[in-house]
């Protein structure tokens, strides 16, 4: 059964090519959303296996969106995306419970499928 | 004289204090050494019994004649009242004047009452507070002129963080997207050529959209019609992508240096945005023009006026900055109701070859 994904990110662009990239994977992409708010909307209504988000939303930071959703037992694998060179500190990342912290640039050779799939499979 | 009365003399004929003596009808029948020498005398006969006013108190500072019955350092002979003053002026026997700090009290005299007099020759104090007056509104202006230099170097560092984030939040992230779709495309294109041309196409887009970005905001920094045509032809530009109707007029017979030329074409490009932004105006025009020394800018409007440098807000401050910035001096008249004229003078030097 596929894994169903989230694509949360401000910019329209992105958000189409992401969904592109995410489907060639085999993913299912289940809605794209541009705010931190829409996300827990989105979250709530569709519970996705995965959540691919980009750090600079327009109401949150992204790492706060990570911490809200999860926290939750079952909650989403979390892969935090951004245009920007600088990656969070390992700790800091950690602690957040974000899966993985990977550059769009390297989204396409990224190993999508083992990050968002449940932890522990 | 008895001892007591000889060192009474003595202490006047010794102090450094000026003091004389006038009789009921404004005679002097004594004046100290002191007296005597501040008012460039050799001798206290020169001045027994000539009138005080008319020899040494006659004219004001400007030369201008001062008649007796105005002067305040008499009365006490009069209304036997002390009376004293900052504001008077003497002229020595040579014709030159100084001013002098006085006190002038009741005194009996063989005739009635006169008055004794103190005076003291304040040149170098007033010399003194004209200097500490220059010298603090030396320290405003120096305050002032760090403080428009202040804006202007906030003002460029505010710019630069807008064009950062211009550039990250637009090129930047179309890029991004061209990058992400090539290399989806380069993934599918043996195996699903229809999908990869449509990726193409899409990157296509995305990097077209990139270019127009990257267009606009190297305008706002610094126009390519600025640098290749220069100042009249760009402000043209403005003119013509103006929301209102601009007329420009003027010509340069040579190109100025960059920094004139820059800050001139910004000049007139926020004077129109402040004359969009406030002036609901129906016609605004730009007029160039340049002589010898100075460039000169007028930005014109048939808005509503009543425009101030001090009025937050209106724009026109950083406008001053920007000119001053060059040494040059804007001049605003913006009577309400009648349209506002912003005009620019900026030195250039003369024409070269």
């Known amino acids: 059964m596929p894994l169903t994904v989230l694509v949360v990110d401000d910019d329209a662009g992105f958000r189409r090519v992401a969904r592109r990239l995410l489907t060639v994977r085999g993913f299912v992409v289940v809605d794209d959303v541009a705010t931190g708010e829409a996300a827990f909307e989105a979250v709530r209504r569709h519970r996705p296996d995965g959540v691919l988000l980009d750090v600079n939303l327009p109401d949150r930071d992204g790492l706060s969106v990570t911490r809200a959703l999860a926290g939750r037992a079952g909650g989403p694998s979390i892969v935090l995306t951004s245009m920007d060179a600088f990656r969070y500190p390992e700790a800091v990342l950690a602690a957040s419970g974000a899966r993985a912290f990977v550059a769009k640039e390297r989204l396409v050779e990224a190993d999508l499928l083992q990050l968002f799939s449940p932890a522990g499979t | ?353």
């Not at chain 2, 050494?33 to 008012?39: K, N, Q, T």
């Not at chain 2, 428009?148 to 950062?164: F, G, K, M, T, Y």
């Not at chain 2, 989806?184 to 995305?206: F, I, K, N, S």
């Not at chain 2, 609901?280 to 800018?297: Q, Y």
Request: contains cysteine; negative net charge; proline residues 5%.
């Open chain 2, 1 to 353: 004289m008895t001892s007591a009365a000889q060192f009474l003399a003595r202490i006047l004929d010794g102090a450094p204090q000026p003091v004389w003596v006038v009789d009921e009808e404004g005679l002097i029948v004594f004046s100290n050494p002191a007296a005597v020498e501040a008012l460039g005398y050799d001798d206290s006969s020169e001045l027994y019994r000539r009138p005080s006013h008319d020899t040494v108190h006659y004219q004001r500072a400007d030369g201008s004649p001062y008649p007796q019955d105005e002067c305040p350092m008499l009365t006490p002979s009069r209304t036997g009242e002390t009376v004293h003053g900052e504001d008077e002026w003497f002229t020595r026997r040579d014709g030159s004047m100084f001013p002098i700090a006085w006190w002038s009290a009741p005194i009996a005299v063989a005739g009635g009452t006169g008055a004794v007099l103190a005076f003291s020759d304040i040149s170098e104090r007033r010399a003194a507070e004209q200097a500490v007056r220059e010298r603090d509104a030396a320290e405003i202006r120096a305050a002032e002129s760090r403080a428009a230099q202040r804006r202007v170097v906030e003002n460029s560092a505010a710019l630069r963080r807008q064009v950062a984030r211009d550039l990250h939040d637009g090129a930047q992230q179309r890029l991004v997207t061209v990058l992400i779709s090539l290399q989806l495309a380069r993934e599918e294109v043996e195996v699903d050529p229809v999908g990869a041309g449509r990726l193409l196409d899409d990157a296509a887009g995305q990097a077209q959209a990139a270019i127009d970005e990257l267009r606009e905001l190297a305008s706002g920094l610094h126009p390519p019609v600025l640098a290749h045509r220069g100042l009249v032809e760009a402000v043209e530009d403005l003119a013509a992508r103006a929301v209102l109707p601009v007329v420009v007029s003027g010509w340069l017979p040579r190109r100025l240096p960059e920094a004139v030329e820059t800050n001139a074409y910004f000049f007139v490009a926020e004077a129109l945005t402040n004359v969009v932004k406030h002036a609901r105006a129906a016609h605004a025009t730009v007029t160039i023009g340049v002589d010898d020394r100075t460039l000169s800018v007028e930005v014109r409007d048939d808005g509503i006026g009543g425009a101030g440098v001090d009025r937050s807000g209106s724009g026109l401050a950083g406008l001053a900055d920007r000119v001053g910035a060059l040494g040059g001096r804007m001049d605003v008249a913006s009577p309400q109701g009648r349209g506002t004229t912003v005009r620019a003078e900026i030195p250039v030097g003369p024409a070269r070859g």
